[in-house]
């Protein structure tokens, strides 16, 4: 038996092993920094550096010491800086794969600390670039207070009056043109004339059977004038039908540029009540970048809590990266199932200039619905220095898969602020010196739907403004910003992680408003009395033209009526031009019927 | 050119066939499964402690990693039709459930398709190994011996200088 094994090849695969552990153990440091620094790095879209890790084997635990996140939106300044992280890992479920930290200790967090070099990576700029253009574009601007020239208002638009005057117009001519072709057609005068004088000729028969033939003649001469005054009628009743519509036109036509001026004003006219709610534009821009800069970091951090592919435990295959070529792993039901990652507490001690925030962060893990429970957040302070209060409670719920349900309470007291911008806009800028704010922020996200409501008291305000337009209204907005002391501002975020819209109202709305009303009222005016003149010139002469066309077709009408006289006189006087109804025979003769 | 001539030296020593053989088998799992699995821990300690060749086991374990390269398809389609199969899902959910099933990290299907093959071809190959190896050193290096250029070779100063040389390498 001994001649088949080679004690020396135990003791050099001991040695082996041993030079393995001892070197992994060297390295260990090392190979957590790198492993820390690229997946912070993909995670972020920004560098993440670590200065330097440690592993201690007996109990195995690991620091990590160091830790810069940079904002990728700003490359030289870190999101997050974190002094030291150290955690204490079970050894035995690590064996079976598993992640479990009991307590994480996170110290000596700093938010917006300079960098002493860029933390932008190549692929990250193109992306930042994007993002702010897209900014830019979403930004709302307030309207120009100064009334814009006339002259290139009505150059630059479509008058709905010049169009229906052209179409009553046309309509008209088309009216006209096609009666004046139908009165040739209907029968006229010579044609009655013509009734006539066959009507007189019948009265000079003679004899009885004269008259009889006569009679029988005369029956249908007077049919034919009937049959004549019922085309005359008929079309007369067209013709009225049709003057009636074309009337209508005209009359549309003549009310028309009361309606431009009315539009071209609400257009390019700032109302007194649009200036109802001034903060929207004001202030509705930065509160958006706000909220797309915090859905932003959440989505960023989404990974944390939640596996992008779905690994409830129940089985399925889940691609992964391949030891050598593609495979995949196959996932099998486990009798006591835990999290492949978790931490269950994690407790961490933010530095802020007011002083420290104490908080902790329960079931960090990216398998909820295995865990069984929601992550959970708390932090709270009190008698900082510059923030009397602060409470951030929130709860990230995956725990049934691919349902989300997550909320986030914010409230502050007493937050001293200076020199925060509260609209970056270069037209409207607005800083705001000082003061002292009292915030609540309520969000929630239920799928792909979020909503947040956030509500702003603002007391001992020092308001600075930037702006680049000049004028009275200008000057009178930056006056009562400069003169207001306190207000509220009320904001509301809802719709879609992709799509939102940014709702923003506050009650310094009703002192701007009251401010500028009168100023901008007498600008309106000015322009409306502008429009009016403009669109008058513009439309005076065709207007004329339309009364013309109808009094033209008034005559075609005059012209039909009388024909229509003409057929009845023909009828009532028998040819004679006298008014008696009957019909006497030729020669005197009275039948007696 | 090297490993051949190396190969060529292990076939023509005296080394008993079973350990060439073994040596082979055990290049063959280390070389076709994945390098950093567990499971090649204990192929290494087998190669160490038993009295097998290591100049056939290094050539083996180099030689069948290149084709691990070409052949992890059907590894990867074997694995995963074993791991999927409704059959074999209660005795794959006990392994699952094991640290060493988990350390062993089975449940990836080229490393499962892997270990399959090697295991069931190890014995097979490891007695057609041996029966070449025999039937190599029998009938063609016999046969090399009886030629004239070989007993001429063999009766040169040069030759007993390089036998004595590869008599203390070995």
């Given at each position: 038996?001994?001649?088949?094994?080679?004690?020396?090849?135990?003791?050099?695969?001991?040695?082996?092993?041993?030079?393995?552990?001892?070197?992994?153990?060297?390295?260990?440091?090392?190979?957590?920094?790198?492993?820390?620094?690229?997946?912070?790095?993909?995670?972020?879209?920004?560098?993440?550096?670590?200065?330097?890790?440690?592993?201690?084997?007996?109990?195995?635990?690991?620091?990590?010491?160091?830790?810069?996140?940079?904002?990728?939106?700003?490359?030289?300044?870190?999101?997050?800086?974190?002094?030291?992280?150290?955690?204490?890992?079970?050894?035995?479920?690590?064996?079976?794969?598993?992640?479990?930290?009991?307590?994480?200790?996170?110290?000596?967090?700093?938010?917006?600390?300079?960098?002493?070099?860029s933390?932008?990576?190549?692929?990250?700029?193109?992306?930042?670039?994007?993002?702010?253009?897209?900014?830019?574009?979403?930004?709302?601007?307030?309207?120009?207070?100064?009334?814009?020239?006339?002259?290139?208002?009505?150059?630059?638009?479509?008058?709905?009056?010049?169009?229906?005057?052209?179409e009553?117009?046309?309509?008209?001519?088309?009216?006209?043109?096609?009666?004046?072709?139908?009165?040739?057609?209907?029968?006229?005068?010579?044609?009655?004339?013509?009734?006539?004088?066959?009507?007189?000729?019948?009265?000079?028969?003679?004899?009885?059977?004269?008259?009889?033939?006569?009679?029988?003649?005369?029956?249908?001469?007077?049919?034919?004038?009937?049959?004549?005054?019922?085309?005359?009628?008929?079309?007369?009743?067209?013709?009225?039908?049709?003057?009636?519509?074309?009337?209508?036109?005209?009359?549309?036509?003549a009310?028309?540029?009361?309606?431009?001026?009315?539009?071209?004003?609400?257009?390019?006219?700032?109302?007194?009540d649009?200036?109802?709610?001034?903060s929207?534009?004001?202030?509705?821009?930065?509160i958006?970048?706000?909220?797309?800069?915090?859905?932003?970091?959440?989505?960023?951090?989404?990974?944390?809590?939640a596996?992008?592919?779905?690994?409830?435990?129940t089985?399925?295959?889940?691609?992964?990266?391949?030891?050598?070529?593609?495979?995949?792993?196959?996932?099998?039901?486990?009798?006591?199932?835990?999290?492949?990652?978790?931490?269950?507490?994690?407790?961490?001690?933010?530095?802020?200039?007011?002083?420290?925030?104490?908080?902790?962060?329960?079931?960090?893990?990216?398998?909820?619905?295995?865990?069984?429970k929601?992550?959970?957040?708390?932090?709270?302070?009190?008698?900082?220095d510059?923030?009397?209060?602060?409470?951030?409670?929130?709860?990230?719920?995956?725990?049934?898969?691919?349902?989300?349900?997550?909320?986030?309470?914010?409230?502050?007291?007493?937050?001293?602020?200076?020199?925060?911008?509260?609209?970056?806009s270069?037209?409207?800028?607005?800083?705001?010196?000082?003061?002292?704010?009292?915030?609540?922020?309520?969000?929630?996200?239920?799928?792909?739907?979020?909503?947040?409501?956030?509500?702003?008291?603002?007391?001992?305000?020092?308001?600075?403004?930037?702006?680049?337009?000049?004028?009275?209204?200008?000057?009178?907005?930056?006056?009562?910003?400069?003169?207001i002391?306190?207000?509220?501002?009320?904001?509301?975020?809802?719709?879609?992680?992709?799509?939102?819209?940014?709702?923003?109202?506050?009650?310094?709305?009703r002192?701007?408003?009251?401010?500028?009303?009168?100023?901008?009222?007498?600008?309106?005016?000015?322009?409306?009395?502008?429009?009016?003149?403009?669109?008058?010139?513009?439309?005076?002469?065709?207007?004329?033209?339309?009364?013309?066309?109808?009094?033209?077709?008034?005559?075609?009408?005059?012209?039909?009526?009388s024909?229509?006289?003409?057929?009845?006189?023909?009828?009532?006087?028998?040819?004679?031009?006298?008014?008696?109804?009957?019909?006497?025979l030729?020669?005197?003769?009275?039948?007696?019927? | 050119?090297?490993?051949?001539?190396?190969?060529?030296?292990?076939?023509?020593?005296?080394?008993?066939?079973?350990?060439?053989?073994l040596?082979?088998c055990l290049?063959?799992?280390?070389?076709?499964?994945?390098?950093?699995?567990?499971?090649?821990?204990?192929?290494?300690?087998?190669?160490?402690?038993?009295?097998?060749?290591?100049?056939?086991?290094?050539?083996?374990?180099?030689?069948?990693?290149?084709?691990?390269?070409?052949?992890?398809?059907?590894?990867?389609?074997?694995?995963?039709?074993?791991?999927?199969?409704?059959?074999?899902?209660?005795l794959?959910?006990?392994?699952?459930?094991?640290?060493?099933?988990?350390?062993?990290g089975?449940?990836?299907?080229?490393?499962?398709?892997?270990?399959?093959?090697?295991?069931?071809?190890?014995?097979?190959?490891?007695?057609?190994?041996?029966?070449?190896?025999?039937?190599?050193?029998?009938?063609?290096?016999?046969?090399?011996?009886?030629?004239?250029?070989?007993?001429?070779?063999?009766?040169?100063?040069?030759?007993?200088?390089?036998?004595?040389?590869?008599?203390?390498?070995?």
């Amino acid at each position: 038996m001994m001649q088949r094994i080679r004690l020396w090849g135990v003791g050099v695969f001991a040695g082996l092993l041993a030079l393995l552990v001892i070197g992994w153990w060297l390295l260990a440091g090392w190979i957590i920094e790198r492993a820390v620094e690229e997946m912070g790095t993909d995670l972020v879209g920004a560098r993440v550096d670590l200065a330097s890790a440690e592993l201690d084997l007996f109990p195995l635990r690991v620091a990590l010491n160091g830790l810069e996140v940079t904002n990728p939106d700003a490359p030289m300044t870190n999101a997050v800086e974190v002094r030291r992280i150290a955690a204490g890992v079970n050894t035995l479920p690590l064996l079976r794969r598993k992640v479990l930290i009991e307590e994480l200790a996170v110290e000596g967090v700093q938010f917006g600390t300079p960098r002493e070099r860029s933390g932008a990576i190549a692929d990250a700029v193109a992306t930042a670039e994007e993002t702010a253009t897209g900014e830019e574009a979403s930004g709302l601007e307030l309207p120009s207070f100064e009334p814009p020239d006339v002259d290139a208002i009505l150059a630059g638009e479509e008058l709905e009056s010049l169009a229906l005057i052209g179409e009553a117009q046309a309509e008209i001519d088309r009216a006209m043109s096609s009666w004046t072709s139908r009165l040739d057609s209907l029968p006229d005068e010579k044609r009655f004339q013509q009734y006539r004088e066959r009507l007189g000729k019948l009265k000079n028969a003679s004899g009885v059977g004269g008259a009889l033939a006569a009679a029988k003649d005369m029956r249908a001469i007077q049919a034919e004038v009937k049959q004549d005054i019922d085309a005359l009628k008929s079309a007369t009743g067209d013709f009225q039908r049709e003057v009636k519509a074309v009337e209508e036109l005209a009359k549309k036509a003549a009310s028309a540029p009361a309606r431009d001026v009315q539009r071209l004003r609400d257009k390019y006219g700032l109302s007194p009540d649009g200036l109802a709610n001034l903060s929207q534009p004001l202030l509705g821009p930065r509160i958006g970048e706000l909220a797309k800069r915090a859905l932003s970091w959440w989505k960023r951090a989404e990974p944390i809590v939640a596996r992008i592919q779905a690994g409830d435990g129940t089985g399925g295959a889940e691609p992964v990266q391949p030891i050598r070529g593609p495979g995949v792993t196959v996932r099998f039901p486990e009798r006591n199932p835990v999290p492949d990652f978790l931490i269950r507490q994690a407790k961490l001690s933010l530095e802020l200039k007011a002083g420290s925030i104490h908080g902790t962060i329960d079931d960090i893990t990216p398998d909820q619905p295995i865990h069984g429970k929601p992550l959970r957040l708390t932090f709270g302070a009190d008698k900082l220095d510059g923030l009397r209060t602060f409470r951030l409670m929130g709860t990230v719920d995956r725990t049934r898969p691919g349902q989300t349900a997550d909320d986030l309470t914010l409230h502050a007291a007493g937050l001293a602020l200076e020199a925060v911008p509260l609209s970056e806009s270069a037209q409207w800028g607005i800083e705001l010196e000082r003061g002292s704010l009292d915030l609540d922020v309520a969000a929630k996200r239920s799928g792909d739907e979020i909503s947040a409501d956030v509500s702003a008291v603002l007391e001992s305000a020092q308001l600075l403004t930037h702006f680049a337009e000049e004028g009275p209204v200008p000057s009178a907005i930056a006056r009562t910003l400069q003169g207001i002391r306190s207000f509220r501002l009320d904001a509301r975020v809802r719709g879609t992680l992709e799509s939102y819209s940014v709702d923003v109202s506050s009650d310094m709305d009703r002192l701007l408003g009251s401010a500028v009303t009168q100023l901008v009222g007498d600008k309106m005016r000015e322009l409306e009395a502008g429009l009016r003149s403009g669109i008058g010139k513009k439309t005076s002469g065709p207007l004329a033209n339309i009364q013309a066309g109808l009094g033209g077709l008034g005559g075609i009408g005059q012209t039909i009526g009388s024909r229509v006289d003409m057929g009845g006189d023909v009828l009532s006087t028998g040819g004679s031009g006298g008014t008696s109804k009957s019909s006497p025979l030729p020669g005197g003769v009275k039948l007696p019927f | 050119m090297g490993s051949l001539a190396k190969l060529l030296k292990v076939l023509n020593s005296e080394t008993d066939p079973g350990q060439i053989s073994l040596a082979c088998c055990l290049g063959l799992v280390i070389g076709l499964t994945p390098l950093w699995s567990p499971h090649n821990l204990l192929v290494l300690l087998l190669v160490l402690m038993l009295r097998v060749n290591l100049s056939a086991f290094l050539l083996s374990f180099t030689l069948f990693s290149g084709v691990a390269y070409l052949i992890d398809p059907l590894f990867d389609w074997i694995g995963l039709s074993l791991l999927t199969a409704s059959s074999l899902e209660g005795l794959w959910t006990s392994l699952y459930n094991t640290t060493t099933g988990r350390l062993e990290g089975f449940n990836n299907s080229i490393t499962m398709g892997s270990l399959v093959v090697c295991l069931t071809l190890f014995p097979f190959l490891n007695l057609l190994f041996i029966r070449l190896i025999t039937a190599y050193r029998e009938r063609v290096l016999e046969w090399i011996r009886q030629t004239r250029l070989m007993k001429m070779l063999q009766a040169s100063r040069f030759y007993h200088a390089y036998a004595r040389v590869s008599d203390w390498t070995s």
